[in-house]
């Protein structure tokens, strides 16, 4: 007994020395933390108290570069202090002479910031971010931009604008390629993830740079999918859904932001303070600095918002950008504007302060050379590996008729066709200014090397993605008719995606599709990889094939990823980040709609072929669908199979009932009822049955990936609370209503799993 209670009070003792440790440990992080923000505010004052006003402007100047060259007039911009920021030079000796003048040579020595387009990678290309979003892993996520900053900082780039955290609900939109997806949720905790994996614990660590959440805000709202359109978004939804990305990127610290090119509800978001500053300075406390898009301040006057460069350098002024991406209207008009009194200088002091304040942040002032030997060679194995392993998990396995996947090794002869399967430079996609296609390895190359050159035949079939030509058809059913089975490369190249490179027919180009159909003719199993910068419409071909595995453009390790998983060294484990149209006409189609008045059901579906001639046309037992293409998309949003099949049962929830201040845990069983080792995105649905305003019919609350053994079986748990239950009402209050929500827990979006709990006041 004595025993006993001696090693309770041990216990006891031994808990408080370790929570205090932990605890100390944290406090002591957070008082240094205070200290290192105070110092760093002293410095800023002092410094600001000291800039002429011309020289104040200059540091919300960015300019682009000079393609390594310092011509006399940058030079002396330099000398000036009239620049505060430069994107797009990569040259390490350009830019550390660049520094040398404006630290050693200008008037206070104030460094010059270096930006770049750092999206999926530097020179390790990653997956697109749609594809990086695919793999439903933040950690990964993390790692992969770390890699990235590691790279990026190696040649002196100490600021990204990423992550892209736009929602979108359309396709057709270019960039879809460069965002996290449909969801806000899973965008807020990719975007989030990413921003640590920039900026780390420190910025001015070796390897950290700037993270810039962008397009603030509703960017990939744009109208039919066409880059830099109108977006029309009701205040409660803004926030509901195109906002909580930004949010989580604040909260996570992201240092900077970028507005928008496009107006939202009549407002461009780059001379927008109802955003820049009601919303992200007031009520978020951003302390950050937020940057407009390029020359989207002249742009104020193109949308019909300014008259002249004058009056859109002071609405930008005005509504918070505080830096202009290359148009002048700052470094001619701010000035004049100032002692016009139109603008007050305590605006600029502000803007300068945030801006100082990062270059402090980054260590700038101390550092302000980069020297390229001090960092890790960029492309090594270990970033070679992670983008490997990134590119693995985001491959969706679509559809496997039969088992097909994988092949067996010891297969005799395997036709690898298609265009996109050796095009080093496509697989990379959008966005990749420091990529280069001699480091990519290739579907075609990865596979050569794993079978051996004697059992692979490779035939284009098609020159690029968008050839009409067929005449390549013949060498590809030659190839076919020698092989056991057909790996059939199809999809779009990566310049049909990005930045304005908008599609109104998400179908395969070219004649991609009669490839398909007369290679399926040959009688031999077809297994098509498809590499897209979006969702295409490629639901006539699934009966045409027996496996689809939906790669996006995986980047410089695309080959060795696509070939471990074809031969099934990995087992696919990506998830749909968006959902997947049957049909263009059926946009804009997401899993979080609304359910309508008259919601469509599979008897209520009226299909066009079955009306009969001259029907009576009334409105009684209608519901919301199309005749031609019906109500449900060809894949939800969360989809994605594996080589293995998991089970999921036991629904348990901790309460029926719970108050504002309580949570409830959900959880089910898992279980690997297969063959393979697989990994499983376990993904959990809420309901909010009735509100205020209405709720979707379903919202993503939660995810985890878990990893399962042949036969293993785990409890995954998620806990929820009334904040995540939280929307906005109709009096634009963020609001958690009393009543009834359902749950569901499975490995997608239409997950059948259920169970339900009320909230009481
Ligand atoms: C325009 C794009 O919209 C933005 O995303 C990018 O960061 C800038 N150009 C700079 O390249």
Redesign the pocket.
């Known amino acids: 007994m004595k025993l006993f209670s001696h090693l309770f009070l041990f216990i006891i003792l031994f808990g408080c020395i370790f929570v205090n440790i932990i605890w100390g440990k944290k406090s002591i992080a957070r008082d240094v933390k205070h200290a290192q923000e105070g110092e760093i505010n002293k410095k800023t004052e002092a410094l600001l108290s000291r800039l002429t006003l011309r020289e104040k402007i200059g540091q919300m100047v960015q300019v682009n570069g000079q393609n390594g060259q310092i011509p006399d007039e940058f030079r002396t911009a330099i000398l000036n202090g009239s620049i505060g920021s430069i ?2 030079e990569v040259d390490v000796k350009t830019l550390n002479d660049i520094q040398r003048i404006a630290v050693e040579e200008s008037r206070l020595g104030i460094p010059i910031i270096f ?3 750092v ?1 999926h990678g530097f020179k390790t290309i990653f997956p697109i971010p749609l594809g990086l979003a695919a793999t439903w892993n933040p950690e990964l996520v993390e790692a992969g931009s770390r890699v990235a900053a590691t790279e990026a900082a190696t040649y002196g780039i100490r600021w990204t ?2 992550p ?1 955290v736009d929602i979108t609900r359309d396709p057709r939109w270019g ?1 879809i390629a ?1 965002c996290l997806g449909e969801d806000p949720y899973l965008t807020s905790t990719l975007g989030a993830a990413m921003v640590r994996g920039f900026q780390g614990d420190d910025l001015s660590a070796p390897g950290s740079i700037a993270a ?1 959440a ?2 603030f805000a509703a ?1 990939g709202a744009a109208e039919g999918g066409r880059d830099y359109n109108t977006a029309s978004v009701p205040g409660n939804e803004l926030r509901d859904v195109y906002l909580k990305p930004f949010k989580a990127c604040v909260d996570a610290g992201a240092a900077t932001l ?1 507005a ?2 496009n107006e939202i509800n009549g407002v461009p978001a780059t001379g927008n303070k109802f955003l820049l500053n009601d919303v992200l300075r007031g009520e978020w406390g951003f302390k950050g600095f937020v940057v407009s ?2 020359s ?1 301040v002249t742009q104020l006057i193109t949308h019909g918002f300014s008259e002249n460069e004058k009056e859109a350098a002071c609405a930008a002024v005005k509504a918070g950008t505080d830096m202009e ?2 148009s002048t209207t700052y470094q001619t008009y701010i000035e004049e504007l100032v002692k016009e009194g139109r603008i007050n200088e305590e605006d600029i002091n502000q803007s300068v302060r945030r801006i100082l304040t990062l270059k402090y942040q980054l260590g700038l002032f101390d550092n302000p050379y980069t020297e390229p030997a001090a960092f890790p060679a960029v492309l090594n194995d270990n970033h070679k590996a992670l983008a490997k392993k990134a590119a693995i998990q985001s491959v969706v396995l679509l559809q496997n008729n039969k088992y097909i996947l994988p092949l067996s090794k010891d297969i005799q002869k395997v036709a690898v066709i298609g265009s996109l399967a050796d095009a080093p430079h496509d697989q990379l996609g959008t ?1 990749i ?1 420091d990529g280069h296609k001699k480091n990519s390895i290739t579907p075609l190359q990865a596979i050569t090397e794993f079978l051996g050159p004697s059992k692979v035949v490779f035939a284009k079939g098609l020159e690029i993605s968008r050839t009409r030509d067929t005449k390549g058809f013949q060498q590809a059913v030659d190839a076919a008719n020698v092989s056991d089975a057909i790996l059939l490369f199809l999809g779009e190249e990566s310049i049909l995606s990005g ?1 304005s490179h908008c599609r109104a027919d998400i179908g395969l180009p070219g004649a991609q599709q009669q490839l398909v159909e007369t290679l399926a003719a040959t009688g031999k199993p077809v297994v098509a990889i498809i590499l897209a910068g979006r969702p295409l419409t490629i639901g006539s071909i699934l009966e045409k094939v027996d496996a689809v595995l939906y790669a996006w453009h995986p980047g410089t390790m695309a080959g060795p990823a696509i070939s471990d998983l074809i031969f099934g060294v990995e087992a696919p484990s990506g998830k749909l980040p968006v959902t997947f149209p049957l049909a263009v006409g059926q946009i804009p189609i997401y899993y979080s709609h609304k359910n309508t008045g008259k919601p469509a059901t599979k008897e209520s579906w009226q299909k066009m072929y079955d009306i009969p001639v001259e029907a009576f046309q009334l409105s009684i037992g209608n519901t919301s669908h199309y005749l031609d293409a019906g109500f449900e998309p060809l894949f939800p949003f969360g989809f994605g199979l594996s080589y293995t099949t998991f089970e999921y049962k036991n629904i348990k929830i901790s309460a029926g009932q719970i108050k504002m201040n309580e949570t409830v845990d959900i959880s089910t069983e898992i279980k690997n009822t297969g063959q393979f080792t697989g990994e499983e995105v376990v993904q959990l649905y809420v309901r909010d049955l009735f509100a205020d305003r209405t709720r979707p019919v379903r919202e993503l609350k939660g995810f985890q990936r878990v990893r399962l053994e042949p036969g293993e079986q785990k409890t995954v748990t998620f806990t929820l609370g009334a904040k995540d239950l939280s929307f906005y009402n109709r009096k634009m209050q963020q609001v958690t209503e009393p009543g009834k929500f359902f749950v569901w827990i499975g490995g997608n979006s239409n997950a059948d799993l259920k169970t339900e709990f009320e909230i009481i006041k």
Do not use: P, Q, T, V
């Open positions: 994107l797009n930006a770049r387009d999206i604008f990423a892209m960039r460069e810039c962008k397009h960017y970028m928008a090119f898009d390029w989207s991406m290359a966005w200014f930045e």
